[in-house]
């Protein structure tokens, strides 16, 4: 177990503790464009980001002990102070009232894959940066956590409102969408970790101008016409991922990407496509598409049983910025 121990009080005394069980969802890329590079080096991007039933089990101890040890059920994640959810904790703590006594121990039961494209650290800091705002009452309006979460990582954003979305910018600008009818997917994750950082930086931005495919799926809702630009990149380094999508594709599937930066590619199938992929990678994970109430109303597991940490800030957030998208 690592102990925060730039934010944790040694010797502190945890009692009057509470514990509050979280499940904090992955996400897939409906495609991905590389748009441009702004002066600080980041990428822009546009995507379309899709909640999916995969989840990790976040389990929170409150107790007015301070501080905060962080722990998780894999041993390749750093669970130290450089983790997203030890910045998120650290980003409310230093920029918002937060109570001095206040003390969480955090377990992540993961199940989403490190290193996978599936979005799950960005998951575990968003679903605790919406917590500790409802839990100590932080009030912090939901365009500011959108800022907060920008500067934790870049799909972090995307978590606190969950379903369809369209991201653009590094993640922070959204337009939430209606909501796609429910997906079936299947997931292959191969025993690699790839790192974001490395993808773009040997990203090559081309100046020429060209049709973006995701606003061409908005018109049909064809999910064959989506690309994902960083693959050339990827499947460079990683043939192996190259591969998978080259063996799902014999499948049949409609749309068969990589997620983001990979490793995890996906496909979308029909209920008689599951054997065929299983035939072929029998550790193939099979789960659907959640919609955003589905999304806000799973996150909390609350001892009242009501999902709090979505409050009516989402709702405003909705309505002033509508989908100018229509399928």
């Not at 499948?251 to 068969?256: A, Q």
């Amino acid at each position: 177990m690592f102990v925060l121990s730039i934010i944790c009080q040694p010797g502190a005394i945890w009692y009057n503790s509470v514990m509050f069980e979280l499940k904090s969802f992955a996400k897939i890329n409906l495609g991905l464009e590389v748009t441009g590079k702004r002066p600080d080096g980041y990428h822009e991007l546009r995507t379309v980001f899709q909640t999916i039933g995969l989840h990790d089990i976040v389990r929170v101890t409150v107790h007015d002990g301070g501080g905060l040890v962080l722990n998780g059920s894999d041993v390749s994640i750093r669970w130290d102070e450089s983790n997203t959810v030890a910045r998120a904790y650290r980003a409310l703590q230093n920029g918002c009232s937060l109570p001095p006594d206040a003390g969480l121990d955090i377990f992540i039961q993961k199940n989403i894959p490190a290193g996978s494209g599936l979005g799950g650290g960005s998951s575990n800091a968003a679903v605790i940066l919406m917590f500790m705002n409802e839990y100590f009452g932080l009030q912090v309006p939901l365009e500011r956590m959108v800022t907060i979460a920008a500067g934790v990582g870049a799909d972090v954003p995307f978590f606190l409102l969950g379903g369809t979305v369209l991201a653009e910018g590094i993640g922070e600008k959204m337009t939430p969408l209606d909501d796609l009818p429910e997906i079936l997917i299947g997931l292959v994750v191969p025993d690699v970790k790839v790192s974001t950082s490395q993808i773009f930086s040997r990203y090559t931005l081309t100046s020429a101008p060209f049709e973006s495919k995701i606003m061409t799926f908005f018109g049909s809702r064809q999910f064959d016409f989506l690309e994902n630009s960083l693959e050339s990149v990827t499947f460079e380094l990683f043939p192996e991922i190259k591969h998978i999508k080259d063996m799902m594709l014999t499948v049949g599937c409609s749309c068969v990407l990589m997620s983001g930066s990979g490793s995890a590619v996906y496909a979308v199938l029909e209920e008689n496509d599951v054997d065929k992929i299983k035939e072929l990678f029998p550790n193939t994970l099979i789960c659907r598409s959640i919609d955003r109430k589905t999304y806000q109303d799973s996150v909390g597991a609350w001892p009242s049983g009501k999902a709090s940490v979505f409050g009516a800030d989402i709702r405003r957030f909705e309505s002033s910025r509508p989908s100018h998208i229509k399928g």
